[in-house]
Each structure stands twice: as C-alpha cells, then as structure tokens.
C-alpha cells in the first residue's frame, strides 16, 4: 500500500518504491485493462510470490552456511 510521508501544508512525498507502484498500478489500469479489484489483487499476488522467493533464497543460505559448519566439525 501507498504510505506517502506528509509534511508542512499537507504535501505527499513519495518514495521511489511507491512511484514505481503509482507506475504499474496505472499500467495494469490503463494498458492492460484490468479492474481496480484485478490490479490490486495482481499486486497481492506478486508479493506473496516476491516474498516466497525471498525465503526460499534465505532457507538456502542457511542450508549452505550449516554444511559447511557441518563439513567445518568433521574435520
């Protein structure tokens, strides 16, 4: 979601991560056709699967640190 920072006079900043939003939210809206129902559930969706990719990264990490403490007690 949007969460622009107020500041004096009630003006929004924006970050770049919401401007790149504000981008495919109007892409999805107006290239692509969808709904505003449709485009927020497309956003939702690629940030569970954002998210999924991010752990499976980091459970791999962790997998590779733990073999080589394993192969490091071996020794």
Do not use: C, F, W
């Not at 622009?4 to 109007?26: A, C, E, F, M, S």
């Not at 809206?29 to 956003?43: F, N, S």
């Not at 073999?67 to 071996?74: G, H, S, T």
């Amino acid at each position: 979601s949007l969460k622009p920072v107020k500041r004096r006079g009630n003006r929004r900043y924006y970050q770049r991560h919401d401007v790149l939003t504000i981008r495919q939210i109007r892409d999805l809206l107006y290239e692509q056709g969808y709904t505003i129902t449709g485009a927020r559930q497309r956003l939702e969706g690629e940030t569970g699967r954002n998210e999924a990719a991010i752990s499976t990264q980091i459970v791999r990490q962790v997998r590779m640190e733990l073999e080589e403490v394993l192969q490091l007690l071996r020794r």
